[in-house]
């Protein structure tokens, strides 16, 4: 091969490569929501065989996501940028770091309201339904 043919073939494998990792994860994500959710219904259909309580649904429980920590990176990105800002005595720089600053403000905020509104709901959070309510089953559906 030429070297004129092998510096073509370089950036052309590189971008098929990049390609093939992104779909390879995205394939592997699915798959594994998949395979969540068939576990789920398993679960569910074997608490229905044993007449137990059917336990609640995984996504109507505690979310992951930690309330405050996004918006404090935000937030902490645009006071960096903004300081970068001031020390390299920039002041385009400045303006740019208040778009995620105030991003991370506005996150902050929402995700006050957003604890403020669940602890006065009392959301329960958890699994299962609690200990004190009412059997909820195929003989009783109520």
């Not at 798959?31 to 336990?55: C, D, S, T």
Request: hydrophobic share 45%; proline share 7%; net charge neutral.
């Amino acid at each position: 091969m030429s070297e004129g043919t092998m510096a073509m073939l370089i950036p052309i494998i590189a971008i098929i490569a990049s390609f093939t990792v992104v779909v390879v994860i995205v394939l592997a994500v699915l798959h594994n929501r998949r395979i969540r959710h068939e576990m789920l219904h398993r679960e569910r259909m074997m608490a229905l065989e044993k007449g137990l309580p059917v336990p609640m649904d995984y996504s109507e429980g505690q979310s992951r996501r930690r309330p405050y920590v996004t918006g404090l990176i935000w937030a902490g990105v645009g006071l960096a940028v903004i300081l970068w800002g001031i020390i390299e005595s920039e002041n385009d720089l400045n303006a740019w770091g208040l778009i995620p600053f105030f991003v991370g403000v506005a996150l902050l905020i929402g995700d006050r309201i957003a604890v403020k509104r669940e602890r006065r709901n009392h959301s329960d959070s958890t699994m299962y339904p609690p200990a004190d309510a009412p059997y909820r089953g195929p003989d009783n559906p109520s």
